[in-house]
């Protein structure tokens, strides 16, 4: 079974592959042996994030809309980011706005990937 940070990963790389426009940079969809130890924890950090607010929520933040659960991911990976790393690069801690559709995107699968994970 895979940790609460790989299936993360795994949500993420699918979400990749699937919307971003190219060829994504090689760091976007490195496998988890591959990923730095900061990004893990982050990874696993914003899963479990998610199960939480599941959690608390008894399951009702299932009837988000794609964009509600996206913003909820990319807000919990912006306060990983601000907890390991001290001067961030912008596009770390970017504002849902900001983020180019191909993140938000996968931004909403990766919830949508936890949700299916926690059933």
């Known amino acids: 079974m ?12 699918t979400g990749v592959l699937k919307h971003y426009p190219g060829e994504p940079k090689p760091g976007y969809i490195a496998p988890w ?3 730095p130890d900061w990004e893990r924890e982050c990874a696993a950090a914003v899963f479990g994030q ?3 607010f599941l959690r608390v929520s ?12 996206g913003r909820f991911v990319a807000l919990c990976w912006i306060a990983q980011i601000h907890k390991s790393i001290e001067n961030p690069k912008p596009g770390y ?13 996968t931004d909403s699968d990766i ?4 949700e299916r994970a926690l059933v």
């Open 2 to 13: 895979s940790s609460d940070g790989q299936i993360f990963r795994e949500a993420w790389i």
């Open 33 to 35: 042996g591959e990923t």
């Open 50 to 52: 998610v199960r939480e």
């Open 58 to 69: 008894d399951g009702h933040a299932s009837k988000l809309t794609r964009e509600q659960k």
């Open 93 to 105: 801690v970017a504002d849902w706005s900001e983020l180019p559709a191909w993140q938000q995107e």
């Open 111 to 114: 919830f949508e990937a936890i």
